[in-house]
DNA sequence: GATAAAGTTGATCTACTTAGTCAGGGATCT
DNA sequence: AGATCCCTGACTAAGTAGATCAACTTTATC
């Protein structure tokens, strides 16, 4: 469940573009990647792909560069995500709802589904406009409300490197 | 985004152990392996796994096998997630607290974060007694009921590949 | 105590993915 | 023309996923 440097340097990049001033001004790769620390190289494979999808449109030349095809508010994460990592979720290969595991463990089907979907309660609700504004939809806001949102856990090995060995101690 | 084979087969094999009759009982590996359909030694490395984190027990010779350390209902998704594939989410090897974006890429920070918060709020929640009892939590149950969780989406190569160029066809 | 079932450890292997580089070519503007 | 910039595809180096194997130790039953 990790979020690929591709899919994080393509998502920087399409606010980059969704940012720039006057609006629709193509941007050159070079300047992206300089702004966001990215490897200009690896970044213009990216926009390429985004290019394939059409998600951006890129012209040549001395006035050259990338501009969004769409409007900001249109594109969303997930939308991103799908064309740089595939599908949002799948259970090691497969797609959840064709994932049918044997016997008595197949009620972990509609759980892998019931995750797929609440990765999508966050990746297809926010936009590239809503980062370019700096303000998340409210019902993905209120998922950080939470203070213990934004708290780390604690790595399961590290725990019991150092046993308290306090029974029930805090465990869930 | 994906669910690892490893993260598949261990949870099963978890819930076969809470499954057993009568609870408790030492059930083998090679058990487990054959009614899962998993590869018998890649499974043994995931329950040694397992076992350091404290998470099973396990018992050798004539009578041996593995069986669950804490009850089923102590012990979420997230619990072995952990274990198995390392923390929940990150972006590209950082934790999303400590990810910092440059300039007006920025929000994406709290994107990831409120990605994991989503990722925690299913995979915490469910426990393995839920999935043996066949009944996830009603806070996770509700996603399912959209049924719009249970369809996958069109990959967007494909989309683009056979073209009927209406403009904003069904864009999200 | 012999035997066999079972877990333990560590090495190894292949295929794939990730992250990134490079060179050569084509398009566009000044 | 020349500078600038995008496009394509091949390439590589490192790491991970998924899986297998052999040798060893522990334990229960006969």
New interface residues.
Partial sequence: ?????SL?YA??AM??LA?AEPVGRPVKADEIAA???IPSRFLAQLLAELR???LVRSGRGYAGGYWLA?PPA?I????I???I?G???????L?P?LFG????????R???????????????K?TIA???A?A?PSA??A??D?PD?????P???AA?ADPPDQL?SD??
């Fill in positions: 469940m990790r979020v690929s440097a994080d998502l920087r606010v980059e940012a702004s966001q620390g394939r999808a059409e769409v249109d969303t994460v997930a939308d995500a799908r064309v990592d599908p949002l979720a799948d259970v090691h290969g797609s709802e595991p044997p016997g008595v463990a197949a009620p972990t509609e759980l892998w589904i019931a995750v797929r979907a609440a990765l999508r309660s966050v990746m297809e926010v809503d980062l370019v700096g998340l993905v806001a998922l950080l939470d949102a934004w708290i780390r856990r790595d399961p090995l019991q029930g465990r869930r």
